[in-house]
C-alpha cells in the first residue's frame, strides 16, 4: 500500500496554468503506475492522464492532449501533473491514484485498476 498526497490546486484564470504534484509513501514508489483523475460536480471521475512505471509510457485524455504534461521523479517518491492553457472545464477535483504492477512498461486506464488513491485537490478555471 502506499499513501499519496495531492498538493498545487488552486483558482487560476482561463488561459492560466497549474502544477499539481503527488507526494507517495509507503511501498517502492517506482514499483506503481501513477494516473491523475479529475471529478467534476456532477460528472464521473475520469482518467485525465497515466504514466508507467518507468515513465517511458504516457497516456493522456482527448481533452487535455497538447496541454496537460503528466511526468515522475522516482527518486523523489513524486508525480507531477504541469497544466497549462486551463479551460473552464477543467474545473474538477483532481486525484492522484497508484497501482502495484509488475511490468514497466503497462499504463493502466481504468479507475478500478488503481487500489490507491489520495484525497484530491480543488481545481478551479474562472472564465
Known amino acids: 500500500q502506499v499513501q499519496l498526497v495531492e498538493s498545487g490546486g488552486g483558482l487560476v484564470q482561463a488561459g492560466g496554468s497549474l502544477r499539481l504534484s503527488c507526494a507517495a509513501s509507503?511501498?517502492?514508489?517506482?514499483?506503481?503506475?501513477m494516473g491523475w483523475f479529475r471529478q467534476a460536480p456532477g460528472k464521473e471521475r475520469e482518467l485525465v492522464a497515466a504514466?508507467?512505471?518507468?515513465?517511458?509510457?504516457?497516456y493522456y485524455a482527448d481533452s487535455v492532449k497538447g496541454r496537460f504534461t503528466i511526468s515522475r521523479i522516482n527518486a523523489q517518491n513524486t508525480v507531477y501533473l504541469q497544466m497549462n492553457s486551463l479551460k473552464a472545464e477543467d474545473t474538477a477535483v483532481y486525484y492522484c491514484?497508484?497501482?502495484?504492477?509488475?511490468?514497466?512498461?503497462?499504463?493502466?486506464?481504468?479507475?478500478?485498476?488503481?487500489?490507491?488513491w489520495g484525497q484530491g485537490t480543488q481545481v478551479t478555471v474562472s472564465s
Open positions: 504514466i508507467s512505471r518507468s515513465g517511458g509510457s504516457t
Open positions: 509507503g511501498r517502492a514508489f517506482s514499483s506503481y503506475v
Open positions: 491514484a497508484a497501482r502495484l504492477e509488475y511490468s514497466i512498461s503497462y499504463v493502466a486506464m481504468k479507475s478500478s485498476e488503481y487500489a490507491d
